[in-house]
């Protein structure tokens, strides 16, 4: 499957479900109880592009947002490939949003959607922006994507316990 057709099937089935706040239901919950944290940095599509074009990803499409469901991906999506590693970001409009939507794939995917992968090897967070794998990257396309995010996202602890076979 490429990783539009991913990015699309796991966030129309997110969204599917009921009662998703990241489905145009509001806020959420960045895990702390807060509902997300004004002075965190904020990833714009622009500025990730950007970066991202600079590490060397290719296949880069920076308008996946626009063909989601309404409430989701609420400051776009892109889609590139690394390499042989193709991945998407969903860019939502705070921290407890993206944290939302985070479970909301791992819920959707029941955990790894890879046999054998840990789920936070494909799914991780930084701050606003959501990062979701295909598959297990290579450790130079992790660094590479990954540095345009604070260099460190990562799946979030309850997310994680919740959704770890």
């Known amino acids: 499957m490429d990783v539009r057709s991913f ?3 796991l966030a129309l089935a997110a969204c599917s479900l009921t009662a998703l706040p990241a489905c145009g239901g509001g806020g959420g919950d960045d895990g702390d ?3 997300g944290d004004a002075e965190a ?3 714009t599509v622009k500025d990730a592009a950007a970066c991202l074009r600079r590490a060397g990803v290719t296949q880069l499409n920076t308008n996946a ?3 989601l469901a309404e409430g989701l991906a ?3 999506a892109l889609e590139g490939r690394y390499g042989k ?3 998407a970001v969903v860019f939502e409009e705070n921290s407890g949003t993206a944290h939302t939507t985070e479970a909301n794939y791992a819920a959707v995917a029941g955990g790894s959607w890879q046999p054998g ?3 936070g090897a494909l799914l991780k967070r930084a701050e606003n922006a959501v990062l979701v794998y295909e598959d297990k990257p290579t450790a130079r396309a992790k660094k ?4 345009c995010f604070g260099g460190k996202p990562r799946i979030d602890a309850d997310i994680e316990r919740e959704y770890t076979r």
């Open 41 to 43: 940095v904020t990833y």
């Open 117 to 119: 992968v840990p789920l």
């Open 7 to 9: 990015l699309l099937t």
């Open 144 to 147: 590479a994507i990954e540095s």
């Open 74 to 76: 609420e400051r776009g």
């Open 65 to 67: 947002g626009k063909v």
């Open 85 to 87: 590693t193709n991945f």
């Open 33 to 35: 109880g807060e509902a």
